[in-house]
């Protein structure tokens, strides 16, 4: 039975790799993508939970306005969150 060890560094390595993938799925979708978008978008989008998207609310991470008791969050907003990290 082989054993790998994984590394910190190699953990890093994974999250640089999968941010960038990330981006350009981003990228791709620019030009079909709609400015504002509603949390079930959202959380489809980055694959979270509901639980997360209100994390980053109250974190002030992603800024979004209500509207009549519906959250929408700007296109542009995620995409500049997702590139700081």
């Given at each position: 039975m082989a054993v790998n060890i994984i590394t910190q560094e190699d953990l890093q390595n994974f999250k640089k790799e999968l941010i960038d993938e990330i981006k350009n799925l981003f990228h791709f979708r620019t030009t079909e993508q709609k400015l504002w978008l509603k949390s079930a978008e959202v959380k489809e989008l980055l694959k979270i939970s509901?639980?997360?998207?209100?994390?980053?609310?109250?974190?002030?991470?992603?800024?979004?306005?209500?509207?009549?008791?519906?959250?929408?969050?700007?296109?542009?907003?995620?995409?500049?969150?997702?590139?700081?990290?």
């Open positions: 509901a639980g997360t998207l209100q994390t980053l609310r109250i974190k002030g991470t992603l800024r979004y306005s209500k509207v009549g008791g519906t959250l929408y969050y700007n296109y542009e907003d995620i995409e500049k969150m997702l590139n700081q990290k």
